[in-house]
Structure formats: structure tokens, C-alpha cells
């Protein structure tokens, strides 16, 4: 891949340098933020330095950016165990019908949840439980033991919910550097230091506009590569 080497290279100074080893490994993931952005994004950029990139303008110039990079930890949040318990109340609707202790394990999703996705996760439960479903988009398998309620839950997914406050805070909180170039900001969504398996990213946030001091801002998911240009007050 391109940069792929650079970055190795720069990796082993940093790692044979002397600073101390918190500082070492935040700037070597920093890097690797920054590599895995680039290739989802524009392979065409180059990398000038640890924090600069070079990106053709609109002129067919070549500039110089300076790249901020920051995780995005999100405030705690279980977006499916609210999708369970709405369907919980709604199968309860039916009085004893479904009643039964359903152990419901989800597929690995390539793709974080939109508020639609939510409503087709939560109709596809609905749709199996009634034996309406026989093909499953979302759900690997459910297990039903008898009980005399109904009860949902699930043990394999955990979902967080990215909201618009959160995000915006964040931007509130970054600071831009002290340079003539351009300067973007990369906000990473990782859902290792997250504590989650994937995330539900708020309508809002692909519509509405933020405040920043940055001249553009991206939220990047780095394990599943998503990008959303964040839109931006003038």
C-alpha cells in the first residue's frame, strides 16, 4: 500500500528515539490513523511530515495541510438494549402469544447503524419472533427457552451512539496549531477504546453544520473505514 513504507520507516525512528514510551505511542498511532485515513480517503495525498499532509487544491497546486488527529470517546450508551426493550413492549401487545426467555446473537456488521438500520434491526426481530422471517439480515440466530413473559436479550453486540453534542464538544475542546497552512481535523472513532462492537452515528450529523476554527472536519471510523466530511458554519 501506498505510504505504507514511510510510515514503517517513521515508526522505527520514533520507536528507536528517545521519548518516553506514552508519548512514543500516541505518535505512532497517530500515524497510523493518519495512513489508514489517506488510504480510504485520497491515495493521492502525500505525506510531508508526521503532521502535514499534501493535497492537490482546487488549482491543481499542491498544499500543504496540518492534520490534527483526536479519538472521540463517546459517552456510555445501549442503543440495543433500548431496541430490545421497545420490542419487548411491543410483542407484549399480544398478551401470552410470544411469551419466552429469546437469547438473540447478532451477525458481525460491516457497517455502523443509521436510524433506519436501527428501525429494520428492530422490525427483523419483531418479524422472526412472529415467524413471519425465515431469511435473517442482521441476526445470526435467536434461542427461545420457555418462561411465562416475554424476554429479549443479547450477550455479542454492543452499540454506541455517536451524537452531534458529543462531536461538538469536541471540536470546542481542539485546538488548532500555530501555522500559516490549512488545518483539517481528523476526529477517529475506535470501537476498541470505545468498549463497543460498532455505532450508531446520529442523522444529525451528516446534516447539520458545527462550529470549528479548523477549515475541515472529518469523522473517521478507522476499523470500518467510514469517512463523513462534517459540514461547517461559515
Known amino acids: 500500500m501506498k505510504h505504507l513504507q514511510q510510515i514503517e520507516d517513521w515508526i522505527e525512528n520514533i520507536e528507536g528515539s528517545d521519548l518516553k514510551a506514552k508519548l512514543k505511542n500516541q505518535t505512532i498511532n497517530t500515524l497510523i490513523d493518519i495512513w489508514k485515513f489517506i488510504t480510504y480517503y485520497d491515495e493521492t495525498i502525500s505525506l510531508k511530515s508526521e503532521n502535514v499532509i499534501t493535497v492537490e487544491n482546487e488549482n491543481g497546486i499542491q498544499e500543504e495541510i496540518s ?3 483526536k479519538d472521540l470517546i463517546l459517552k456510555p450508551s445501549n442503543v440495543i438494549q433500548n431496541v430490545l426493550s421497545e420490542t419487548q413492549l411491543e410483542l407484549s401487545k399480544y398478551g401470552s402469544n410470544y411469551n419466552g426467555k429469546y437469547n438473540i446473537q447478532f451477525q458481525r456488521f460491516e457497517e455502523n ?7 429494520s434491526l428492530r422490525e427483523e426481530i419483531l418479524s422472526i419472533v412472529k415467524g413471519e422471517m425465515i431469511c435473517f439480515e442482521h441476526i445470526n440466530y435467536i434461542h427461545k ?17 455517536c451524537e ?3 462531536i461538538q464538544q469536541a471540536l ?20 476498541l477504546k470505545n468498549n463497543c462492537n460498532t455505532f450508531l452515528i446520529q ?10 476554527k479548523f477549515d475541515k472536519v472529518f ?4 476499523y470500518k473505514g467510514q469517512i463523513i466530511e462534517l459540514k461547517l458554519e461559515n
Not at 114 to 119: A, G, Y
Not at 145 to 161: G, H, P, Q, V, Y
Open 67 to 69: 492534520l490534527t488527529v
Open 113 to 119: 447503524f443509521s436510524s433506519q438500520k436501527i428501525i
Open 145 to 161: 427457552n420457555a418462561s411465562d413473559k416475554i424476554e429479549l436479550f443479547n450477550t455479542n453486540l454492543k452499540i454506541l451512539e
Open 164 to 166: 452531534k453534542e458529543c
Open 172 to 191: 470546542d475542546k481542539a485546538s488548532i496549531s500555530d501555522t500559516s497552512k490549512k488545518q483539517w481535523l481528523l476526529l477517529v472513532l475506535d470501537y
Open 203 to 212: 442523522d444529525q450529523i451528516k446534516k447539520s453544520a458545527f462550529t470549528s
Open 219 to 222: 469523522l473517521f471510523d478507522f
